[in-house]
């Protein structure tokens, strides 16, 4: 099993920025796609980032593109979501996942593990 930890969510201004955190924990011989996702209250949960296990590959939903920026961190499994130019829209809990594939994919089904998730709130 693998265990991920999300940090750094908190209550910004619009147009401010937030750098999220993801630890994984576990099993965490082999090295992960990993991605960041959000969910608003009743809505499904979507897509914003993912990143190739090497961290040469990106993928971020349209929405996102050109202010939010993912990467990895030095340690293995460690992954970032540095989120600018924020909108009340982005109001959100956002959390991290950690797929055994290669591609980095867009897909929910094709994560296997998931964090518990942070808390975002953009103020205007």
């Known amino acids: 099993q693998v265990q991920l930890v999300e940090s750094g969510g908190g209550s910004v201004q619009l147009g401010g920025s937030l750098r999220l955190s993801c630890a994984a924990s576990g099993r965490t011989s082999s090295t992960y796609v990993m991605g960041w996702f959000r969910q608003a209250p009743g809505k499904e949960r979507e897509f914003v980032a993912a990143i190739s296990q090497s961290g040469g590959r990106t993928s971020y939903a349209d929405s996102v593109k050109g202010r939010f920026t993912i990467s990895r961190g030095n340690a293995k499994n460690t992954v970032y979501l540095q989120m600018n130019s924020l909108k009340p829209e982005n109001t959100t809990v956002y959390s991290c996942?950690?797929?055994?594939?290669?591609?980095?994919?867009?897909?929910?089904?094709?994560?296997?593990?998931w964090g518990q998730g942070t808390q975002v709130t953009v103020s205007s």
């Open positions: 996942a950690a797929d055994r594939g290669v591609v980095p994919s867009t897909r929910l089904v094709d994560y296997d593990y």
